[in-house]
Each structure stands twice: as C-alpha cells, then as structure tokens.
C-alpha cells in the first residue's frame, strides 16, 4: 500500500476519501482553494491539509499546483475523487510523469471513456446500442443541422468530457438551441478544461440504469447495477441499488454491454458504464449514453448491498493489488436493496426551479439506526461556498425486507433529519418519497418534473423551504437582483442601456450549472 497520498478534491469526496485511505494505514494530505477553507472534519482526518494558490473551481483545476503540493509533502499517489480532474487523462499522465500514482484507470482508457465521442464509437464497435448522434464536437451550425435531421424529436447537447449534470442541456425548440449550446460550452470550459460538445438524438422517456464494474488490468467483475432514475435538470437525486425491475432479460443484457465495453480496454479500477431503457416499448430498448471512469457519488449504495468498500478497492488496485488478492474471484450477490437521497443546500422559486441557497449551518441533526448511513462533510457555523456543489449530505437507507421497507425507512430518516440556518431540498426528498410511483417503480427521468407541481404542494407539508423571488427588477425596473448566490460570468449589457423585457442581460454560476439572468416587465 502506499505511504501517503494526495487527494486532489473538496468536501464530502475528500473525505471519504481520507477516511478509507486512513483505514488501510496511509497517511494523507487534502487540499482547498483560498476561498475554500477546509472544515474541521477535514482537518481531523487528514494528515495534513495545505492551501492551493487559486480561488473556485480552477484552483482544483491546476495540475502544477497540484503536483507541486504532491512532491512537497512526499506523496506516492494521487487520488481525484469525483469531478474536477478526475476523468482527465492529460492529469493522470502529469501524475505518471512526476513518478506518482494516479489512483483510477490508465491514461489511455481515461482518454477513450473522458470523451464522450471517443466512448460512443468504442460502444460502436463492440456492438452496443447507441442513440443517433455527433461522431465529435460540432458547431452551433452543426448542432442546428443535427436537430433538424431528428424530426421533432429533440436533442441533448453534451459536454465531451465530465458528468455530474455539468454541460448537458435537453432541446426540444430548435430557437433554443443557441442558447443551449452557449450554456454548455461555458460550463464544460470552467468545470472540466475543455469546451467541446456534441449532440445525441433525445429518449424522451428513459429509465437511466448505470453498472459499476471493477477491474485489475486483467480480470473483471460487474458489482451490479444501479437506478438513477429520479433527476432534475438531468442531475441525479435518488439512486438505487439494485434497480427497480427491469423487463426480462434485460438487466443481463446492460451488464454484458457494460462488460464488453470495460473488457475492450483491459480496464483498471472502478468504473461505471450508463445506459438508458425507454419506457415505451421500441426497436432500441437501451441505449449506452456515456461511462464514468472514476469512483461516482452513488457508489455507497453499491457499497450496501455488496458488503464491499469501493474506495479501498480502488486504493488497493491502484497500489498493484489484483482482484484475487481481495478475495473477488466471483461478484457478490446483492443483499436486500438500498438507496440514495442527496440533500442539498438550495431553495425552490413558486415554479419549483431550485437555486443555492445560503446562510450559515447550524446545529445539524442526522438519523441513525440500523440500515442506514450519512455521508457528509457540513459542520455546525460552516459557511456555505455558493461556487461549489451544493450536496450537503448523502443519506443512505438499506434493508433486506425488500424495496417497500427501504422506502418506509426512508420517510423515517428523512423526518429526522435537520439542518438548521440554511434552506434545503429535505421537502422535496420527503415528498418524493411519499409518492405511490416509488413504490410501484413508475418512474422515468422526466418525473419530477412532470409532476413538479404536485410535489411541491405536498413539500409545504413537509416544512418547505422559504422560497426566493423570480428573475425581475426591483420595484425601480433599474436594478435585476440575483436569486441566488453565485459567480457571475458573464455581464451582456452596457451600464446606462436600455433594454427590453425578456433580455438576456447576465449569466450567474451556481448550483453545477449556468442560469441565465433576463429582465421581465415591471
């Protein structure tokens, strides 16, 4: 194993992170931009915890920063955790180059799977299903061609590389492709280095059905899959170990493509390969979207049921481990069913559009009890960074009674939870978990949104969060107030110009995404 590693992320992540690294004898150094101090949870898991010399995401951005605090303090790997770097192949071979570990696949697969096309092309060639798309980055000509070319049936335009719900916007107008396009290339040019993006053919009516595989280089094994069904904006907010059911035989038929894609690559450490089932019954009944070649945030359900922890083995495979030697010569069968509900830090406007909120945490209450878990990093008096993700917290609920307990837990564990001085999404978690279509597994990716109403009705039951004011000009029409924290990144008028009602006037980053900010009338 190694003696002491690099974890070059933030928060939740970062210490999970260190704590699975500590667990198996290795000393670590964490990091955090200028503008984000580490919290005292941080600070008591970590070895040593070090400034970088930068400010917001870019700061974890900077591969010579990062390299530099690796030398410095005497690290032999490099963790990524999720986001930020951690699918960039030119980082893993900056890590190789200065004689240091990158802990995740090779630079090659990286590279292959980091870019979306690239991953497409290979699923082509091993006889995965995909939807119609781009071969590569297009142009906002190209993308507009593209969407005529789908009848009507609407397009997603993608970032080439990273994931999270960063760079991704659904298109079902071709007048609001532009702006779709632009929303994408700027958040994949400060999230993920790169601004390419490409366009895919829309399955309007999709389960979204992930698989987690491990690998050592040589041998391969599918830990299962996942459902990540329930999104907003097409960034996940429940996810399920094992899935709901599937029709027959189609769960075997995701993991062996899941398998055939990693086995293509000879692929090492843990990696998860996404997939869409369509709802209604077509000549395409899934389709591979994309694959993630890093540990996910969902992974603590897999985690649950399998018995196994993924981060260890990640650590342990990087450290030249073979499966075989963690005694994984076959997969292990899930036990019962878990789930995943990410709390956030955000408030909902009367039209239900979910914007960060802020304030200062108080005294945080989380449940406990057999079966289930929270992963945080928020403490009491912390500050919230409105430039970084705003998940609080993962609460994770598992049973072997089967997926009607689960849910009974979870409305349990969900009452109990309480975070004080800031809004969150708790509400929404609550009455998500009360709807009968849990339940039943009658769910597709555009259901809380298709229900978004009715959800939002029953979250006032639930306490729901103080709610902000629209996108609009104070009482003078001369001003527009931000809803939200966040960075502006980009001003569109001139100091003294008069514009009309419905301008686009700014855009703010919050939340993973860009929010475009236009004036309405007085």
Same mark, same amino acid.
């Given at each position: 194993?190694?003696?002491?590693?690099?974890?070059?992320?933030?928060?939740?992540?970062?210490?999970?992170?260190?704590?699975?690294?500590?667990?198996?004898?290795?000393?670590?150094?964490?990091?955090?931009?200028?503008?984000?101090?580490?919290?005292?949870?941080?600070?008591?898991?970590?070895?040593?915890?070090?400034?970088?010399?930068?400010?917001?995401?870019?700061?974890?951005?900077?591969?010579?920063?990062?390299?530099?605090?690796? !030398?410095?303090?005497?690290?032999?790997?490099?963790?990524?955790?999720?986001?930020?770097?951690?699918?960039?192949?030119?980082?893993?071979?900056?890590?190789?180059?200065?004689?240091?570990?990158?802990?995740?696949?090779?630079?090659?697969?990286?590279?292959?799977?980091?870019?979306?096309?690239?991953?497409?092309?290979?699923?082509?060639?091993?006889?995965?299903?995909?939807?119609?798309?781009? @071969?590569?980055?297009?142009?906002?000509?190209?993308?507009?061609?593209?969407?005529?070319?789908?009848?009507?049936?609407?397009?997603?335009?993608?970032?080439?590389?990273?994931?999270?719900?960063?760079?991704?916007?659904?298109?079902?107008?071709?007048?609001?492709?532009?702006?779709?396009?632009?929303?994408?290339?700027?958040?994949?040019?400060?999230?993920?280095?790169?601004?390419?993006?490409?366009?895919?053919?829309?399955?309007?009516?999709?389960?979204?059905?992930?698989?987690?595989?491990?690998?050592?280089?040589?041998?391969?094994?599918?830990?299962?899959?996942?459902?990540?069904?329930?999104?907003?904006?097409?960034?996940?907010?429940?996810?399920?170990?094992?899935?709901?059911?599937?029709?027959?035989?189609?769960?075997?038929?995701?993991?062996?493509?899941?398998?055939?894609?990693?086995?293509?690559?000879?692929?090492?450490?843990?990696?998860?390969?996404?997939?869409?089932?369509?709802?209604?019954?077509?000549?395409?009944?899934?389709?591979?979207?994309?694959?993630?070649?890093?540990?996910?945030?969902?992974?603590?359900?897999?985690?649950?049921?399998?018995?196994?922890?993924?981060?260890?083995?990640?650590?342990?495979?990087?450290?030249?481990?073979?499966?075989? @030697?963690?005694?994984?010569?076959?997969?292990?069968?899930?036990?019962?069913?878990?789930?995943?509900?990410?709390?956030?830090?955000?408030?909902?406007?009367?039209?239900?559009?979910? !914007?960060?909120?802020?304030?200062?945490?108080?005294?945080?209450?989380?449940?406990?009890?057999?079966?289930?878990?929270? @992963?945080?990093?928020?403490?009491?008096?912390?500050?919230?960074?409105?430039?970084?993700?705003?998940?609080?917290?993962?609460?994770?609920?598992?049973?072997?009674?089967?997926?009607?307990?689960?849910?009974?837990?979870?409305?349990?564990?969900?009452?109990?939870?309480?975070?004080?001085?800031?809004?969150?999404?708790?509400?929404?978690?609550?009455?998500?978990?009360?709807?009968?279509?849990?339940?039943?597994?009658?769910?597709?990716?555009?259901?809380?949104?298709?229900?978004?109403?009715?959800?939002?009705?029953?979250?006032?039951?639930?306490?729901?969060?103080?709610?902000?004011?629209?996108?609009?000009? @104070?009482?003078?029409?001369?001003?527009?107030?931000?809803?939200?924290?966040?960075?502006?990144?980009?001003?569109?008028?001139?100091?003294?110009?008069?514009?009309?009602?419905?301008?686009?006037?700014?855009?703010?980053?919050?939340?993973?995404?860009?929010?475009?900010?236009?004036?309405?009338?007085?």
């Amino acid at each position: 194993m190694f003696q002491r590693v690099l974890i070059a992320n933030r928060g939740e992540v970062a210490l999970r992170v260190a704590r699975a690294a500590a667990d198996l004898g290795m000393a670590v150094v964490a990091v955090h931009a200028l503008d984000d101090p580490a919290g005292a949870a941080l600070r008591a898991a970590c070895t040593t915890v070090l400034a970088l010399p930068g400010h917001g995401a870019a700061a974890y951005l900077d591969i010579e920063a990062l390299l530099a605090v690796a !030398r410095r303090t005497g690290c032999q790997a490099v963790h990524p955790g999720w986001g930020f770097l951690s699918e960039c192949a030119d980082f893993a071979q900056a890590c190789a180059d200065a004689g240091l570990v990158f802990i995740g696949p090779t630079p090659d697969q990286l590279a292959v799977l980091g870019d979306k096309a690239s991953a497409r092309a290979l699923a082509q060639r091993c006889g995965v299903p995909v939807l119609a798309g781009s @071969d590569g980055a297009v142009t906002l000509a190209q993308a507009q061609a593209f969407f005529e070319a789908q009848g009507g049936a609407g397009v997603m335009v993608k970032a080439l590389g990273g994931g999270g719900g960063r760079g991704l916007r659904a298109v079902q107008r071709l007048q609001d492709l532009p702006q779709a396009y632009a929303r994408c290339v700027s958040e994949a040019r400060h999230a993920f280095a790169g601004e390419g993006v490409y366009v895919e053919r829309l399955m309007a009516q999709a389960r979204h059905i992930e698989v987690q595989v491990v690998g050592d280089g040589r041998a391969l094994l599918s830990l299962g899959e996942r459902e990540c069904t329930l999104q907003r904006r097409h960034q996940k907010l429940v996810e399920m170990a094992p899935a709901l059911p599937l029709p027959n035989g189609l769960r075997e038929c995701i993991e062996h493509a899941a398998l055939a894609l990693a086995r293509a690559l000879q692929y090492r450490s843990l990696g998860t390969f996404e997939f869409l089932v369509d709802v209604a019954p077509t000549t395409l009944p899934f389709a591979f979207i994309e694959a993630n070649a890093r540990l996910q945030v969902e992974h603590t359900v897999t985690e649950q049921v399998t018995g196994l922890d993924l981060v260890q083995l990640q650590l342990a495979i990087a450290a030249g481990q073979t499966l075989a @030697d963690r005694g994984l010569q076959q997969a292990p069968r899930p036990r019962g069913q878990a789930v995943q509900w990410r709390i956030n830090a955000e408030t909902l406007d009367a039209q239900g559009q979910a !914007r960060a909120s802020s304030g200062s945490i108080g005294a945080l209450s989380w449940p406990s009890g057999p079966g289930v878990r929270v @992963d945080t990093a928020a403490s009491a008096g912390e500050a919230l960074a409105p430039q970084y993700d705003t998940l609080l917290a993962k609460l994770v609920v598992h049973s072997s009674g089967g997926w009607a307990d689960v849910l009974r837990r979870s409305r349990c564990a969900l009452a109990e939870c309480a975070v004080p001085g800031v809004a969150t999404n708790l509400p929404l978690l609550r009455a998500l978990a009360a709807r009968p279509e849990l339940e039943a597994g009658a769910l597709h990716t555009g259901f809380v949104e298709q229900h978004l109403a009715a959800l939002l009705h029953a979250a006032l039951a639930f306490g729901a969060a103080q709610t902000v004011p629209d996108f609009g000009p @104070d009482a003078q029409g001369k001003q527009l107030v931000a809803p939200m924290a966040g960075r502006l990144v980009e001003v569109l008028v001139q100091v003294g110009q008069t514009v009309p009602a419905g301008a686009v006037v700014a855009v703010l980053e919050a939340m993973k995404m860009e929010h475009v900010l236009t004036t309405t009338q007085a």
